[in-house]
């Protein structure tokens, strides 16, 4: 009988001991799982903080949210960079999406009733979470407002870590743990059956002492049981210190998210968080000392040409090469970060007296910046425009200097770009009218202001017009037509110029075919591409639906291109332009002479057509440099069989000219200026050129 008792104590004990081992490993699992969420939390915080910073400087400033270039992509960024970070979006008070790191959501509504609410709502605070419903599945998300200089609400971040993240490593662990369970239930089967009581309990006691100790510490996973020699204690030791080392490879370790939280994804540099930490401590040091700090804003020229030809990848490449550069051309002292997009900010720490002592260093910049990087075996080369603010005659605080020396780089681009500026007082004006005109820019798009005009071209061995070049104007409500030289810079800049492209080749065509129909002669319809219209992935859909729409053959539909826009990407140009003429449409180099283009990389091009630029015809044929230009390409478009057509012929004298030199075609003022759809009929039935006598007749 005492030794029934005995084995009963012992089968209790043990049983009692396997269950609070089990049970004390679920709540440490329950533990560490927290910790994995908490983890992601912070990640999805530090995001959330940047981008809401972002936005703020930009409202402060007074610049629509939409204008934002390059938060789109640095949404995209973050999303792609951050593990376990969901969608990233910005959201206008009444839900609308302005940004997303899906560009299809763009524009639309959130669907999500409890998120909605939030962003209405301007709730929680910067930093808080949420918890909402979504496609069956609960996701969690980080939610900062943003508000303007007058503390009005204007926007919500949102960054989404989906639960699902969580739960999926709730689940690997229960299952682990599962595992283990049967271990522990198996060590006491066979406490049990064999009623090895002090082989069994004295071993299970020690294991769950240490669970016991793991418990008060669950951010350090270092630590071990000790496995006894032998037996199921044995298995349950190796079965726990198994699952306690793959907990430890998914934990994310304290330095690596504070560095992530100060650190940009994809180069590495200090991002906007740690960058106004750097510059207040150079503004706190210069201010001590009687020294001076000066704050270069940098972005890169043209760098969305990169993006759409070469894709993201290679753009990021491209962004990871700069930024490195970046940093070799800086003492260790200075700050270079990523400030959003291609745009990167340089701290100079601790300056002379004389602001000109940075001029080096700025010169430095800019040289680095503008060597070749090296893409897929091809050279690209961009150039930086750099706006400087120095402190204190720029500005006594972060943000005044930031603002100031952001609209120096804006006053670079206006002068042509590929240069440094520094600030000065005027330029808030100017900046003040160009957000004016931005901002009417994208009126006029929504209240489609803009009409196509069209200028005659003619053919010199007929005398005849054979063709007409379709020019874009802004009817402006209170200015009337303004010419395209006024508001295409900033249309390119801002992506205002694709749909204002595609309206300008859409009507074309549609001209061209309801002449053709009203039993006009067939004209042949040139229309100028931009930069992006050219690099934009679309453009071949884009065309053979406009002319699809229009029912015009592609036969009457030429594009033109200019050099410098086709040498940014040779190979990918090429491949364009030959999907192109595919389809039947004709090509031309505009403005030729103008883009430096090899005579290697121009036998390439699949055209039909050269223009002579404007300027090489203002002193012709008094000029003699003018003159040989003149001459050089028309002998030059001849020999590789293209024909040449010259613009700007204002004078009886230059028709002349280019008639003796063999031209092909001329369009200018002297033909007619560029005149509505309704006057081009008459001028073709009455205009006739003899270009050997120089007489129009009309």
């Not at 940047?50 to 402060?60: K, N, S």
């Not at 769950?208 to 496995?227: K, Q, Y």
């Not at 859909?541 to 229009?550: N, T």
């Not at 001459?631 to 204002?650: F, P, Q, T, W």
């Amino acid at each position: 009988m005492t030794l029934s008792l005995r084995m009963k104590a012992v089968v209790i004990a043990g049983g009692w001991m396997a269950l609070a081992a089990g049970s004390m490993v679920a709540v440490d699992s329950l533990v560490l799982t927290r910790t994995y969420a908490a983890a992601l939390d912070s990640r999805a915080a530090a995001v959330t903080t940047v981008i809401r910073l972002q936005l703020e400087q930009a409202l402060r400033a007074g610049m629509p949210l939409e204008s934002l270039a390059g938060l789109q992509e640095q949404l995209q960024d973050s999303t792609r960079a951050g593990d376990g970070i969901g969608d990233i979006l910005v959201a206008a008070p009444d839900g609308r999406i302005l940004f997303h790191s899906d560009p299809a959501k763009i524009g639309r509504s959130i669907d999500q009733p409890a998120l909605l609410e939030a962003v209405r709502t301007a709730a929680p605070a910067a930093g808080g979470r949420l918890v909402r419903e979504g496609d069956g599945q609960e996701s969690e998300a980080s939610i900062a407002p943003a508000f303007d200089g007058q503390g009005r609400y204007r926007a919500s971040v949102v960054v989404e870590v989906p639960t699902r993240l969580v739960a999926a490593e709730a689940r690997r662990l229960a299952a682990l743990n599962g595992a283990l369970g049967l271990a522990l239930l198996a060590a006491g089967l066979a406490a049990i059956l064999a009623g090895l009581s002090a082989a069994v309990t004295r071993p299970l006691e020690r294991i769950t002492r240490t669970i016991g100790d793991m418990r008060g510490h669950p951010e350090d996973l270092s630590r071990r049981l000790a496995v006894p020699p032998q037996g199921v204690a044995a298995q349950l030791a190796d079965a726990f210190n198994e699952l306690i080392g793959e907990l430890q490879g998914t934990m994310v370790p304290r330095a690596q998210l504070e560095h992530s939280a100060t650190h940009d994804a994809l180069t590495g540099l200090p991002n906007r968080i740690l960058l106004r930490d750097r510059l207040s401590s150079a503004l706190a040091y210069a201010r001590r000392y009687g020294r001076r700090a000066t704050v270069a804003f940098i972005d890169l020229d043209n760098f969305k040409v990169i993006n759409d030809s070469l894709g993201h990848d290679r753009g990021d490449a491209f962004l990871k090469t700069v930024a490195e550069r970046l940093a070799g051309s800086v003492r260790d002292v200075d700050t270079v970060a990523r400030f959003g997009g291609d745009e990167f900010i340089v701290v100079l720490f601790d300056q002379p007296d004389q602001s000109s002592k940075a001029v080096p260093m700025i010169a430095r910049i800019q040289d680095a910046i503008s060597q070749p990087v090296v893409l897929g075996g091809q050279q690209y080369s961009l150039t930086p425009s750099i706006g400087i603010a120095t402190y204190p005659q720029d500005g006594t605080d972060i943000e005044t200097l930031l603002r100031n020396a952001d609209a120096a780089m804006y006053r670079a681009k206006e002068l042509g770009r590929n240069n440094c500026q520094a600030y000065s007082e005027d330029l808030h004006t100017r900046i003040a009218e160009r957000l004016a005109l931005l901002n009417e820019l994208r009126l006029a798009v929504e209240r489609r202001e803009f009409v196509v005009h069209y200028e005659p071209q003619v053919d010199l061995r007929s005398g005849r017009i054979v063709a007409v070049e379709a020019l874009v104007r802004w009817n402006h409500p209170q200015r009337g037509l303004v010419p395209p030289d006024h508001f295409i810079p900033e249309a390119e800049e801002t992506g205002l110029i694709l749909p204002i492209g595609e309206h300008v080749l859409r009507t074309a065509c549609a001209q061209a075919k309801a002449w053709q129909t009203a039993g006009l002669p067939p004209l042949r319809m040139a229309v100028n591409l931009s930069s992006r219209q050219f690099w934009q992935p679309g453009l071949l859909q884009l065309v053979e639906s406009a002319l699809h729409d229009a029912g015009l053959d592609a036969a009457w539909l030429e594009l033109e291109l200019t050099e410098s826009l086709i040498m940014r990407g040779v190979e990918e140009a090429v491949r364009t332009m030959r999907a192109l003429r595919a389809m039947g449409v004709g090509l031309a180099i505009d403005d030729f002479g103008t883009g430096y283009s090899s005579l290697s990389s121009l036998k390439r091009f699949p055209i039909g057509r050269l223009k002579i630029a404007q300027q090489f015809m203002h002193e012709v044929p008094a000029d003699a440099d003018s003159v040989a230009i003149a001459e050089a390409v028309i002998a030059l478009g001849h020999n590789m069989r293209h024909s040449v057509i010259a613009e700007g012929v204002e004078t009886v004298e230059q028709l002349r000219f280019l008639a003796q030199k063999g031209c092909d075609g001329i369009q200018g003022y002297l033909v007619s200026r560029a005149v509505p759809p309704e006057e081009i009929p008459a001028l073709v039935r009455t205009t006739h050129i003899d270009a050997l006598a120089g007489d129009a007749v009309r």
